[in-house]
């Protein structure tokens, strides 16, 4: 057996680890914007330039996406972009939408008042970043305004495996699809009262459609690139 990682320090490991990962989400959020199609192989010198890593990491990251079903090995070729259809975009967004309805339920009857007073406050650098036009303020406030409600729900398990699902639903791209910054501009304030007026149903509701409103858009957004017409028209020829 080969024990070459056996012998790397632990933190080494973690770094490899992490650096592996890097890959893999950079990489799925070309699959999933749509950069790259299914069909398209993947050059791994160009992957590992763009994230600054060894050829090493990639390779490793593309492992992780073929078990994700994101990419296929092909023996002798290399990986290639796997086919996917709208109902596997809409089903990535239904497993989110569901359990994050479900945490935000839970953080309705739990939420302390200093998270609801750190919410309060993300929701307007949100909204003062988005006047700005701060991309990456977006993406950060974004994502403090889910991590937070998640925490609060105080169900660690859930809140992991709901992390699973958000990892291949790359979050950097959705501030460029059409619609879906002002749907969040709407959508969080809107989140946030019933949590401030403890209505779980209300908190459950609005975080579900919100995380749906994504689907549709990130689905059109995929359509108007012309993606499900070139795969229509290879099953035809």
């Known amino acids: 057996m080969d024990t070459t990682l056996q012998r790397l320090p632990r933190s080494a490991n973690k770094q490899r680890h992490q ?7 950079y990489v799925r959020e070309l699959i999933i914007s749509g950069r790259v199609r299914p069909g398209e192989f993947l050059r791994i010198e160009p992957i ?3 994230v600054g890593v060894s050829n090493t990491p990639v390779r490793e990251g593309l492992l992780l996406l073929s078990g994700e079903g994101f990419v296929e090995l092909v023996p002798r070729r290399g990986f290639v972009v796997s086919e996917f259809s709208k109902q596997d975009v809409h089903d990535l967004f239904w497993a989110q939408a569901a359990m994050a309805g479900e945490l935000a339920s839970r953080a309705a009857k739990s939420i302390s008042t200093r998270e ?3 919410l309060a406050e993300v929701v307007a650098a949100h909204a003062r970043a988005a006047e700005d036009d701060a991309d990456e303020a977006l993406v950060v406030y974004g994502h403090e305004f889910h991590r937070t409600i998640n925490l609060a729900a105080d169900s660690r398990r859930l809140a992991m495996l709901l992390g699973t699902v958000v990892k291949q639903l790359p979050n950097r791209f959705y501030i460029n699809i059409e619609g879906h910054g002002e749907d969040t501009l709407r959508d969080h304030p809107a989140i946030l009262d019933a949590l401030q007026k403890r209505r779980a149903k209300a908190a459950n509701s609005l975080m579900r459609e919100h995380i749906m409103s994504g689907a549709d858009e990130l689905i ?3 359509e108007k690139q012309g993606l499900w017409a070139e795969q229509a028209r290879k099953s035809t020829a």
């Not at 650096?19 to 989400?25: F, G, I, P, Q």
């Open 220 to 222: 059109a957004m995929l």
């Open 19 to 25: 650096l592996s990962e890097d890959v893999a989400t």
């Open 116 to 118: 609801l007073d750190h």
């Open 48 to 50: 590992a330039e763009a």
